[in-house]
């Protein structure tokens, strides 16, 4: 690990003033802090721009003195790599200061964001305006950023929950230190940045999509008209094998989007995890959870192996309730579903996660699964399967035995599109115990070594294995190496992450 050169410091202190920069030990400690088995990343220091402009002569700086930095927006990326560099030594840039929601428009339903702008900051300002516009949220922390979870692929469940895809204009401060604004934003005086995704002549924003070519600073984000009534609906299944019916159940519901929100596939697992800790004492300290222990608690929870969610949106509650019957008839042909109502939903924190996901209102209640296993380990493991019931078994099955082979228990939610699911396996381990830790580290290699095998690649992928899940492609590391060189041509920006260098 390289020291960070005290000029570099010096500079910064002198341009940003000394409250934006850190790089005391408590600072490189506690952004070094992550929740992946390896242990922590110390970065080099902390930086705290508060503009654009300040973020420019931050990689400007950087470039001169051959720092390299790793930016955050709010650093909430849990069981990713959280506040935590890819490398060691890299300064963290954290946009924290950088949370100003420039614009709302109510008429054409966009916000104009800062990247520190948060979850929650953005819901609260929706209401302080009425909630006339419904966000969509992640079911993960309430204080992270809109726009970091966007650019690192994160998602949500509405009808826009591609982040991503809803993005509309960013602006980026290159690794060269220049400011590119895509699509409109790049024509002077434009009043269509936020408005049209592409803009005239190639699309560049997805080169800043689990990248490290430039530091985004802006970013319009698309937001949705909230519908006067939202009735959400669950189902749920007693046995593990019954995840394939559900699959073929739910293809034909979003292929034609008769159901406007995606569905989840919560197991048992994932639903307990947010209000039981592993229950050692009954086990005696065995793990993973045995089978009658997991029926068990799947009683005592009113929860069978799956929960299936999903919600309609309407202009009154008569207007929802023939959807509700509908999805019933569908759902219980099974003879296997159990309908719990949009009310019953609502007494029970497991199900309330649901509701609130589905109106775009962020929640803090899964939150408590990270501690499913104490001593704070947790990364997570997103593969796609396809939304074929038989496929959609093989791959369940697959987990399981990988999962428990290792000492883990599986948990998961499936998300529904028409046609593919990403599954959120997270592998909840006691990183304060070095033998679990190693082997949630061998756990997440075999995981992806077999869906990789299989054919099923990652979205996704904590930082500690994202050079191992890149190396693996074809090509795209080559061309993302070709574009580093032209775009941050002295490799300042996050090198290595997503194992671009
Ligand atoms: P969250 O959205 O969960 O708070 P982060 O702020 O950590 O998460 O963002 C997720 C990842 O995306 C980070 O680890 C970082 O690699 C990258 N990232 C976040 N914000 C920016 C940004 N403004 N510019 C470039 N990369 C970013």
């Known amino acids: 690990m390289t020291t ?77 790599g959280e506040k935590s560099p890819v490398r060691e030594g890299q300064v963290v840039v954290h946009l924290r200061r950088m949370n100003k929601i420039h614009e709302i428009d ?24 009425g909630h006339k516009l419904m966000m969509s ?22 009808p826009y929950f591609d982040h991503f895809g809803m993005t509309c204009g960013l602006e980026v401060v290159l690794g060269d230190g220049r400011i590119l604004r895509t699509a409109d934003g790049a024509s002077p005086g434009a009043k269509t940045w936020h408005l049209v995704k592409y803009g005239l002549g190639p699309f560049l924003d997805g080169l800043f999509v689990q990248s490290n070519f430039g530091i985004v600073t802006r970013a319009g984000m698309w937001l949705m008209p909230r519908p006067p009534v939202i009735r959400a609906f669950i189902f749920t299944f007693p046995d593990d094998d019954d995840f394939g019916a559900i699959i073929d159940l739910i293809r034909p519901l979003k292929l034609n989007n008769l159901v406007p929100t995606l569905l989840k596939v919560t197991n048992d697992v994932y639903s307990l995890g947010t209000v039981e ?37 309407g202009d009154s509650e008569e207007s929802v309730r023939p959807m509700i019957e509908r999805v019933r008839r569908h759902f219980e042909s099974s003879g296997k579903a159990r309908y719990v109502s949009h009310e019953q939903a609502r007494e029970n924190p497991i199900f309330r996660i649901h509701l609130d996901t589905f109106s775009g209102t962020p929640t803090e209640e899964e939150m408590p699964l990270h501690d499913w296993r104490p001593g704070g380990g947790s990364i997570w493991f997103l593969p ?30 499936y998300v529904c599109t028409g046609r593919a699911s990403r599954a959120l396996h997270p592998l909840i381990f006691n990183r304060k115990d070095a033998d679990e830790s190693q082997r949630a580290a061998e756990c997440f290699r075999a995981l992806m070594a077999a869906y990789a095998e299989a054919g099923y690649p990652l979205s996704r992928a904590p930082t500690e294995f994202q050079e191992e899940a890149m190396a693996r492609l074809q090509v795209i590391p080559q061309v993302c190496s070709d574009l580093k060189r032209v775009l941050d041509p002295n490799s300042v920006i996050a090198p290595g992450k997503y194992g671009i260098v």
Request: glycine share 12%.
């Open 106 to 129: 109510e008429t054409l339903c966009f916000a104009d964001l800062d990247p520190g702008v948060t979850f929650k900051q953005l819901y609260e300002e929706l209401g302080r305006r």
């Open 384 to 413: 796609t399967t396809p939304m074929i019931g038989s496929i959609a078994n093989q791959h369940q099955r697959m987990s399981r035995r990988i999962l428990s082979h290792y000492g883990f228990e599986f948990i998961t939610e």
């Open 277 to 313: 800790t592993y229950p050692y004492a009954r086990t005696g300290g065995r793990t993973p959870l045995p089978d009658d222990l997991r029926r068990e608690l799947q009683r005592k929870h009113g929860i069978g192996s799956w929960s299936v969610s999903g919600a309609f949106y």
């Open 4 to 80: 960070v050169p005290k000029a570099f410091w010096d500079e910064l202190r002198g341009e940003l003033g000394a409250e934006a920069i850190d790089f005391s030990s408590a600072a490189v400690a506690d952004y070094g802090a992550n929740m992946m088995p390896s242990g922590d990343r110390l970065p080099g220091g902390v930086v705290y721009p508060a503009s654009t402009a300040e973020v420019q002569t931050v990689v400007r700086a950087a470039n001169r003195h051959r720092v390299t930095l790793w930016p955050i927006s709010t650093g909430r990326n849990v069981g990713i």
């Open 137 to 158: 949220s992640t079911s993960g922390p309430t204080d992270g950023s809109i726009v970091g979870n966007a650019i690192d692929k994160g998602a949500g469940y509405t």
